[in-house]
């Protein structure tokens, strides 16, 4: 049984992002005064009275708009209506009911699904005031009045939605999902890429640099597997963050890659790298997440024989920090490559969450010590006693040896490198932790 889909819609600055936080107890949709902040539809999984569902926000709908940005935000929410079981039709009791809520209402009844109408913004305690009742003018039955930011009167919005839940909601079982967040600078191809793989215009995609301000959870089923991309904003310099919702945005992206088994690190081929590539994945690599590099458009670029080893040798280098994770060329215009993309998530991920037996992993010391003695220290000379696996996303491995101080930067580098080389530990960033026998630390 699919999980039942509630989407939540309605004009802009009605509080619908605001309630979206308010249901699902976190801040994750963004929320500012400025009409149009929310574009696409973000996904979260809620639960209330122990009924599980995904939660949609959807962007500020403009019935009658010419605006290029404004009509891809009201394609996003009608996609959101089509696919949704439940449809919270959030108004204003502030502004009361104005044209487009009428507009609005019309569309929500042609779609035929049921429709529970809040009426935000009512912040006062007690009973409802009588400009309640003026809401039962868009036909849509018994108005909800609602406070998102005190949390006033949600609980029995929330009962209303879950009364159209099949009975049998509660007994789902989660399937087992890779979550992939695809991050890079502004118009990299990021949202092309997701819209490709679903096979649907799931994000907006444009032009304009700041278009996705949101992390975007996207569930693509491939092979019998659910991989959950999640589609951020492109990040950019400091200095060029000007916007407050742009920080928000910056934010969340990285956010993003803390909750993501696998980064996908989009290089736009016709720019080449920058160093905001670089800091890019360094964020990645610092937070121990396996990470793919894909190159984008790279239908665009003219090529002969050695194109391709020359960048990517130039990307070596570039990427020297994070030397072990692979290259991908693609195209997301025309899907050139994009199904080796899943094979390669699938094997950096594995090895993000390998585990290697202390046994092996001694005898690879053993044998490593042999072909290169450890350094020594005016006449000191660093013992590695064992080494052992401490945890896994990345792999960690803890060394015991005789004196700390005597373990030179340069011999665990080549320690790094043969465990790499030993257990083919591609795609994946590994720690080496060092103690002291008979220390914690």
Known sequence: MAIPIVAIVGRPNVGKSTLFNRIIGKRMSIVDDVPGVTRDRIYSEAEWAGKNFMLIDTGGLE????????????RQAELAISSASVIVFVTDMKSGVTSNDKEISNILQKSGKPVVLCVNKCDSVGEPPMELYE?????????????????????????????????KNSQIKKEIEIKIAVVGRPNAGKSSLINKLTGEQRV???????????????????????????DTAGIRRK??????????????????????????????????????????AGY??????????????????EKDTNTMDEFSQKLKNNFGFMSYAPFIYISAKTGQRINKLYDMIDSVNE????????GSLNDFLAYAIAMVQPPSDKGKRLK????????TKPPTFVMFVNNKDLFHFSYQRYLENKIRETFSLKGTPIRVIVRERGKES
């Open 63 to 74: 019935p009658k708009t010419n605006n290029q940005i404004l009509q891809q935000i009201k």
């Open 135 to 167: 809401f039962y003018n868009l036909a849509q039955g018994d108005p909800y009045a609602v406070s998102s930011v005190h949390g006033y009167g949600v609980g029995d919005l929330l009962d209303n939605i879950i009364s159209y839940f099949p009975d």
């Open 351 to 358: 090895q993000n969450n390998r585990r290697i037996s202390t």
């Open 204 to 230: 907006i995609v444009s032009d304009v640099a700041g278009t996705t301000r949101d992390a975007i959870d996207t569930i693509v089923k491939h092979n019998g597997k659910n991989y959950v991309f999640i």
């Open 239 to 280: 200095s060029k963050v000007l916007e407050n919702i742009e920080r928000y945005s910056v934010l969340r992206a990285n956010m993003a890659i803390n909750r993501a088994d696998v980064c996908v690190v989009m290089i736009d081929a016709i720019e080449g790298f920058a160093e905001q590539d670089s800091k890019i």
């Open 384 to 391: 590695i006693y064992y080494i052992t696996q401490a945890s």
């Open 284 to 301: 990645a690599h610092e937070q121990g997440k396996s990470s793919i590099i894909a190159i984008n458009k790279w239908d665009l670029i």
